[in-house]
């Protein structure tokens, strides 16, 4: 089951741990709810979201999904974390949008769901998969010809290191220990091999700045920690 479904059952447990407080803007999410609105631009001005269909693959509480929605897509969230579906299912009652939440995987997805979406998001869950070669293909499976994947990730340099790992999660406390791991973070010439072997064309990359004291994100070029990548596939 574990290898078919591509989960680390540790990784959702942490998860699924954080999902009362997801929607709490200074809780563990935080950096997250920092860096949405900078996301969603990005989708946004590469996509037109009124009315397309959008996975949001690994939504967690639905920080995007909600966004998205909120935009006009009609937006599919998956993640494979109850409690955390749970909650943004909740928090839908709080929000008034709409968005189809399923706990699922990105194989279950991709297999009841071929070819299906104007757009697919992916943000900051290839590092904590078993196989991110197996995730990025259900990603490749699920798009329409033509339409975009857009995923974040952190990437494995020494300031990724310092700033996700040290620096978040021991010096600032702002994730809990254990959040992330060194080994999982992919370079973006990994992540553009993944998306080579599904025929994916890779588009743009940017750095995501981040300032975790002044809370300001930004797009920029470096890429040494957080970044954005945009792929296609072909029409
Ligand atoms: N994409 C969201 C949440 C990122 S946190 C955002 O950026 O706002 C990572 C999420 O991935 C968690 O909700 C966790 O439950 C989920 N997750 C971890 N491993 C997963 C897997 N193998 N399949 C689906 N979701 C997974």
Same mark, same amino acid.
């Given at each position: ?22 929607? %709490? ?15 969603? %631009? ?26 998205? !929605?909120?935009?006009? !897509? ?88 310092? !700033? ?7 010096? !600032? ?63």
């Amino acid at each position: 089951m574990q290898a078919t479904q591509n989960v680390s059952h540790k990784e959702i447990a942490r998860f699924d741990k954080l999902a009362a407080r997801w929607w %709490d803007p200074d809780g563990e999410s935080r950096p997250l709810h920092d860096l949405n609105p900078v996301r969603l %631009d990005y989708v946004a001005k590469r996509v037109a979201l009124r009315d397309a269909r959008v996975a949001d693959v690994g939504c967690g509480g639905g920080l995007l999904s909600e966004a998205l !929605a909120r935009a006009g !897509a009609d937006v599919v969230g998956i993640d494979m974390g109850l409690k955390v579906i749970e909650i943004a299912r909740l928090h839908l009652h709080e929000s008034n949008v709409q968005v189809d939440y399923r706990k699922q995987s990105s194989a279950e997805l991709a297999a009841a769901e071929p070819a299906s979406f104007d757009a697919v998001c992916c943000m900051e869950l290839i590092e904590h998969v078993p196989d991110p070669a197996a995730l990025v293909h259900d990603l490749a499976v699920m798009l329409k010809p033509g339409a975009p994947l857009f995923m974040s990730t952190l990437n494995r340099t020494p300031a990724s290191f310092g !700033a996700a790992i040290i620096g978040a999660e021991y010096i !600032a406390g702002l994730l809990p220990r254990g959040t992330h791991h060194y080994a999982q973070f992919l370079k973006p010439s990994e992540l553009a091999r993944l998306f080579r072997q599904e025929g994916l064309e890779l588009e743009d990359i940017s750095g995501l700045g981040y300032n975790p004291i002044t809370r300001k994100a930004w797009l920029g070029r470096i890429t040494a920690v957080n970044y954005l990548v945009c792929a296609r596939k072909p029409a």
